[in-house]
């Protein structure tokens, strides 16, 4: 996309026809490196052309979390434009224009993920673009009319003129909007006059959702370019020993069969030839070392390592000397590998032709996907042209970029434009998994208030994963997320990081991350010394929260709603959890009841959430909804295991997803604030597991401390170990 | 096999080997993306069309089995009285999140209106287990089918 915008004068931005007339206009950022100490770099775009058709060109990707809807509510309120009038753009990738505001130029990422939609900067600097453009349409109408811009208002694409009655809108005044210098500090709006922020706004992607014309990823061409069905080593560092493609080669469409050193792929004239294809072929792997590696070794791995102190990661009082005296209690909670299981499968694009390729993908991170086209093709960035789709779910799968390298590698081998695609299986077994984690606790009550607390917690690193390289001073911040920002106040704590990598299972990030892990052992070990002081799991919460206001004000809120000291019947119980993570306080009430058979049903979900500034109220409540579904699908039945190297798990009949009859009845209550933004794609998971587990413990005695849950142990069938 | 097929109300020549299933036709030879796939397993719904007002999982429909019957997608369920109102909920009540599971919802949700057009939780469940939504959109599904019903506001 051309751009044309004079960054020469600092604090100014200048505005130049757009081709076809239109009004193009960048607004604002952070310094873009010691030249431009004197410049300002534009971030994302708004353009109108001359028939008042506004487009909005967003800067993050839309997987269903509404960050484009949120996103155009940010532009269109200060532009003064309504919902009904904007039309939405991808950007494309660039991650000096489109990365998080907040982030210094050089570790700017276009990427969506870890709710950072509105948490980067963007909640501001998007109001800031259109705060600017709508100052310079007014000061076109000034000039046109002769008259001070201050005699003039806006609303809905129109400037007004009151005083003479006249109006113009937008579109008419695009192409007289093209000489004007402005400042890029145009006031913003006061929040008692915005129409669109924080108020209920229909999700702009939504109806093409609803009549199948919604392009992903999945549906670039389909028809009209070949298909490579993929088969990469089942276990990490296999290759391919060798091929029998007789069978395959035999069945009419199979037009090639790509054979590299890790994968095979059959490339037909569909997807169901390309898949039968696949069946056909005899590939026999070398599995190399990793082969024999399994579940067991893992978990004991990192059992032992975490028997011995970790890194320090926080250190506050005197934990050794506190743990001195007091009532002691000594756990370890444990979290099982999950994969993504993002609807829509992994799949990408791709025409090579020579040193160059075109992707068409959907992905998490537009430049991070163009990066890696660009290293299998050992060229520029810039010769790799990328264009990204709706996310058939993202959950942080759509951060990595295997699935684009391996589609370029196979590209590379066929003439022409190919869909690389992964079936429901090959997707699961080869999934950039959540790590498995160990958290080993330790904890003492004196005088029924916690005084020692002590946090040890392991589990593959993602960073280390990515980049091949060791952590930084060997700790990896991921992992201990959330542990180390816990609001309770306790007067001597410790957390510690204890690095295990899980060999040959590559791990990923997953929507909650570290937090999800951490977070479900501290509201665990919170709800156990509850119980032990012989307290109201609330009431002990909040008499270690007297200086935090928000992660109480969540708790009272979603205990008040779910009726949290009424009677229940029949043999049930509440549990309470609070998160603080993501910029956001998350409380949960989980009403649950469990029978002989030791099967769960969830009765109701309650949840309190403050995520400071709200954009899109409805926006919030469905992805708590979703968050909620999310993370009890993983505590009932979310497990993968590795044998023999291999991920066991394939589809939807071993890795089980919660089903409609099966999803409890879930209420989401915001509370009103005016703090920063604060994620809200992941505090729903994160708090909900905690939740749950505490109201099994509730209504059973019975605390679990391995996810998934384990009905075995609450039918009374085997020992909660 | 060489014949025609009904979507949409509209016929189309098809040319495909006999086992090929119905969603990849669809999608593959009539470039008819909407409706979807997910595990080609008869697992998540994701492929569902109705066969003659039945809805049917495309991914495990053989398309010589389905003759002269009928067959409606998401494409063409609007033209449905129950499909259109399914539709007119699930925008209001702004269902879909990543939406990649919504054709196969609605199509699932459609059938079970035209057939049920008060359906108890009983039949809203019967009706929509077999089809998973990886965003957890639920709660907004049974209240849209029941708005389309016209039993909930
Ligand atoms: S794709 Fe047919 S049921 Fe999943
Ligand atoms: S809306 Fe994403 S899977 Fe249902």
Known sequence: MAT????????????????????????????????????????AFIRIDPKGIVTLIM????????????????????????????????????????GGPKAPPERRRQSTGGSSSFRNGFYISLRQAGANARAILVTAAARLWKVDPATLRTSDGVVYHDPSGRQIGYGELSPRAGAITLPTDAPLKADKDFKLIGKPVHRLDVPAKTNGSVTYGIDVMAGKVPVAAVLQAPVVGGKVAAVDDAAARAIPGVKQIVVLDDLVAVVADNTWLAFKGLKALGVTWNDGPNGRLGQADIVRDLREKTSK???????????????????????????????HSP??????????????????????????AQKAAAKVLDVDPKAVTLTNFMLGGGFGRRLDTDMVTNAVRVAQQVSGPVKVMWSREEDTRHDTVRPYYRNVMAATLKDGRIDAWLHRISGGSVPVRMSGKPPKDGLDGSTIDGADEIPYEIPNLRVEYVQCEPGAVNVGWWRGVGPNNSLFAVESLIDELARKAGKDPLEFRLAHLQKSPRAAGV??????????????????????????????????????EVNADGDVRVRRMVVAVDAGKVVNPDGITSQVEGGVVFALTSAFWGNITVANGRIQQSNFHDYRMMRIHEAPPVEVHIVPSNEDPGGIGEPGVTVSTPALVNAIAAATGIRLRTMPIDREILAGRKDNA | MKGTLQVNGVAHDVEAPDDMPLLWVLRDMLGMTGTKYGCGIAQCGACTVHLDGKPVRSCLLPVSAVGDKPVVTIEGVGTTPAGAKAQK??????????????????????????????????DIDAAMAGNICRCGTYLRIRAAIKRAAGTQA
Request: negative net charge; charged residues 15%; glycine residues 12%.
């Open chain 1, 343 to 368: 609807m829509e499968p992994l799949n990408c694009t791709v025409h090579v032709q020579g040193k160059t390729a075109e992707i068409w993908v959907g992905t998490q991170v537009q430049t991070g």
């Open chain 1, 4 to 43: 044309s915008i004079d960054t020469s004068r600092r604090g100014f931005l200048k505005v130049s026809a757009a081709a076809g007339g239109g009004l193009l206009l960048g607004f604002e950022l952070l310094q873009d490196g010691a030249e431009a100490a004197s410049a300002f770099a534009p971030n």
């Open chain 1, 555 to 592: 708790l009272r809120l979603a205990a008040d709603k779910a009726g949290w000291s009424g009677p229940l019947e029949g043999k049930a119980g509440r549990g309470i959890a609070m998160i603080n993570a993501f910029g956001s306080f998350c409380a949960a009430v989980c009403e649950a």
């Open chain 2, 89 to 122: 909920a699930w925008i209001e009540l702004d269902v879909p999140q990543c939406g990649y599971c919504q054709s196969g919802q609605i199509m699932s949700a459609s059938a079970l209106l035209a057939n049920t057009p008060a359906p108890t939780d009983a």
């Open chain 1, 59 to 98: 800067p993050q990707q839309e997987m269903g979390q509404g960050t484009h809807t949120g996103h155009s509510q940010l532009l269109a309120e200060e532009l003064d434009v309504a919902m009904s009038q904007v039309v939405l753009e991808q950007a494309p990738p660039n991650d000096m224009l489109y």
């Open chain 1, 309 to 339: 102190p970790g890194v320090s990661a926080k250190n506050e009082g005197d934990i050794d000397k506190a743990f001195g005296s007091g009532d002691r209690i000594d756990v370890a909670y444990e979290m099982p590998f999950l994969a």
